[in-house]
């Protein structure tokens, strides 16, 4: 199976290919320890993440799912695998119910607006499309067939209410993923009862068919009308796709428990097969200023709010800028040293595509450290980052330190850059290291522009135009307060620029303005 390829200067023929050997190493959270990567059918990889509840625009937490899945899904194919992605669209739900009522009660335009904003956010961020989006009304006769097949089987129960998943059927499978054991559940219970489901008969058992309810949307049963519960969903698309078994499931920290146990559960028992997934993935959260995000806190950011006030690239920077499993604490600080750090990788692109002056006919020196040549040295160092990116995606997709490892490389790219290479080997040079970025911060990191992009003569940030009219009357009027020494005016003015996010700086021609 091909490796990513990354480059390494050659006295004959230029860049050669230099191929990683490190295999590919994973935290599985069934596991609980990082496992070497394997699949069921060799070069193939098979994988499921859980999509959004289209109930509602994405917000901050989404961005950080689908990125963290954007790079594993990038660096694997970057490997030479033939990658199958398939990430669904939960389209019926209590909570899409509850908005579309709030609103004009029309369920199916709700969601049909919420799948075309989603698009938007995730190619804002440069997030690859998966290959395949099912929705999961389109699913409801597979799901009323694994139900049935469930019933069956003894491992699921018709109530009045419903139909519901028996835990007792298959206890050894309870805490899974999450390492809770049944018998404290047991011992702690009390005999309550969820009161979402007053019928069931143990409260740790889950929904596989809710019954009808005055005015929501309904679909024909066996067990009357009604509608799927959440957790059957995933296991009917991801087996339409991928049959008994697959590679890949991922989803966020906190879909362990209940939906991912739920699911293993309910298609292990349905099939026979254990286990269904071979690797369960799961990122973490992403709190605001130490707090964990949430709409009554007021500090709930979709992605379309944030990226009036954050550049898209800046903010994918920022969030891949940590290891995928970790969580991360957004704030002001983090976002503006991701600013400060994509800009420079965006100049250390720019530069390099500038120096190239010509094709690359002439072959680089070769990489040494022990080289008297300073082109040789810096080959040898790039070459070692290069290694080291490598080996960073290959350890649990480290993409924190393969940040680290490009910054790195910007760093060494930039000195030969302002050094005294003749214009051959600045030439030469040039092309090398494009290539090192394009592969690395490009085709891996994807925080890199098109070249023709990244040359195109900068536009008048939007944001600034919005507000410029309004800017500089409020600077005209400041200029006049200073003049007549009416500095309560001026210092009325300067704090409603700041409020408006703007930073004045005086000079000898007059007041210049910027964002923060």
């Known amino acids: 199976m091909q490796r990513a390829i990354l480059y390494q200067p050659s006295s004959e023929s230029g860049n050669t290919p230099m191929m990683s050997q490190m295999p590919i190493r994973m935290h599985d959270t069934l596991r609980r320890k990082k496992v070497d990567f394997s699949t069921i059918e060799a070069g193939k990889v098979s994988m499921y993440v859980c999509g959004v509840t289209v109930y509602d625009r994405c917000h901050l937490g989404h961005a950080r799912c689908y990125l963290s899945f954007d790079l594993i899904h990038r660096w694997l194919e970057q490997s030479g695998f033939d990658v199958h992605y398939v990430q669904n669209f939960t389209d019926i739900d209590d909570k899409i119910i509850h908005r579309a009522n709030e609103l004009d009660g029309d369920w199916k335009k709700l969601v049909d607006e919420n799948i075309a ?79 979402t489901g007053k019928s069931k008969r143990d409260h740790k058992d889950f929904a596989l068919w809710k019954a009808a309810k005055p005015g929501e949307p309904t679909w024909d049963s066996p067990w009357g009308a009604g509608r799927p519960g959440w957790h059957i969903e995933c296991t009917a698309m ?41 690797h369960w993935l799961h990122n973490g959260f992403v709190n605001l200023d130490g707090e964990k995000m949430s709409k009554s806190l007021g500090n709930f950011w979709t992605i379309n709010e944030i990226l ?182 001026a210092d009325e003015i300067r704090d409603a620029l700041q409020q408006m996010g703007v930073v004045v700086t005086d000079t000898a021609e007059g007041p210049t303005w910027d964002l923060a």
């Not at 040295?377 to 490009?406: H, Q, T």
């Not at 090192?436 to 023709?452: C, D």
């Open 117 to 195: 904003t989603y698009y938007e956010d995730m190619d804002a961020l440069n997030i690859l499309r998966a290959d395949d989006y099912p929705r999961c009304t389109d699913y409801v006769d597979d799901m009323i067939r694994i139900t049935a097949d469930l019933i069956e089987k003894g491992n699921a129960y018709v109530a009045d209410d419903g139909v519901y998943f028996s835990i007792e059927s298959a206890p050894e499978k309870y805490g899974m993923l999450t390492g809770q054991i049944l018998e404290n559940v047991r011992s702690g219970a009390g005999g309550r009862v969820d009161d």
């Open 238 to 278: 991801s087996m339409d796709y991928f049959g008994a078994q697959f590679d890949i499931h991922g989803g966020g920290h906190d879909l362990r428990f209940p939906h991912h146990e739920a699911e293993i559960f309910q298609g292990e028992c349905h099939t026979g097969c254990s286990p269904v997934v071979h």
């Open 308 to 489: 009036k006030k954050v550049d898209a690239m800046v903010l994918r920077f920022a969030l891949i800028n940590a290891h995928y499993r970790s969580p991360i604490d957004m704030n002001d600080a983090l976002l503006n040293d991701a600013e400060r750090n994509y800009n420079r990788v965006l100049e250390c692109y720019v530069t390099s595509l500038k120096g190239c002056i010509a094709e690359n006919n002439v072959p680089l020196p070769v990489a040494d450290f022990a080289s008297t040549n300073p082109l040789s040295k810096s080959l040898a160092l790039l070459e070692k980052m290069g290694e080291g990116f490598a080996k960073a995606m290959d350890d649990d997709f480290n993409s924190r330190e393969a940040v680290a490892k490009v910054l790195g490389a910007v760093r060494e790219i930039m000195k030969m850059h302002n050094s005294d290479m003749d214009a051959v080997d600045s030439n030469a040079f040039s092309h090398y290291a494009i290539d090192w970025l394009e592969e690395t911060a490009g085709a891996v990191l994807g925080v890199l522009p098109t070249r023709e992009m990244a040359l195109a003569e900068p536009e008048e940030d939007p944001r600034k135009l919005e507000i410029a009219d309004e800017v500089d009357v409020l600077l005209l009027a400041r200029t006049k307060a200073r003049a007549d020494k009416d500095w309560a005016k």
